[in-house]
């Protein structure tokens, strides 16, 4: 498979199900600008879903033993947290977007859905103040890569980590938050019949 991911019927069918409420529900409340569910299947869901083998890595590496808890920033109407949260019931995942409309279509989905292992927060990320840290903060909205790493340094465990989905390798980006926070790894994501490049960048805060 391109993807290298496999998934049972009931993942998938909670994965259709999401889609076809933030179909219904983008009509009113205008959670993207794409319309078209195809579109919609392509350039939300598979994108979300590119990141699978790679966190499928990070729960080896981090062991069965330790919790991992995952806030993702900016979510909108939930990418990529409710996909992943889905085939990933085992990860805590703290969805944060201070948009009203949209936390509104996230708590119907996590009912609608039954996402025990989903949480919604309707706040600016700068005012968010969570009880426990995080493993890893992820966003695929965030404007730049220095308002990130600067912007969220605070919801991060001692050992975290900040994944970034990006198209092309922001090499500009990089260069304007080095002080902040250096390149861990990197890797290319495929996402079938989607053009242009899409990079997942994993980094690590620099100790001052």
Known sequence: MEMQIELNDDKINLLIRYLEAFTKWNKAYNL?????????????????LALVPLLEEYLLAK?????????DVGTGGGLPGIPLS???????FVLLDSNGKKTR???????????????????RVENYRPTEPFSIVMSRAFASLLDMVTGTAHLLEEQGC???MK???????????EKHAIVDSFSKLTIPNLEGERHLLVLKPVKS
């Not at 600008?33 to 598979?46: G, N, T, Y």
């Not at 062991?63 to 806030?71: C, E, F, K, S, Y």
């Not at 198209?167 to 938050?177: A, I, Q």
């Open 167 to 177: 198209g092309v390798y922001p090499e500009n980006e990089l260069r304007d938050c």
């Open 32 to 48: 993207s600008a794409i319309r078209d569910p195809l579109s919609m299947v392509e350039k939300h869901l598979l994108d979300s």
């Open 63 to 71: 062991g069965h033993d330790n919790p991992i808890n995952i806030i």
């Open 105 to 123: 279509f996230l708590f119907q989905a996590k009912t609608q859905l039954k996402l025990a292992n989903v949480a919604i927060e309707n706040t």
């Open 162 to 164: 900040f994944w970034a």
């Open 86 to 92: 889905i085939v990933f019931p085992q990860i805590n």
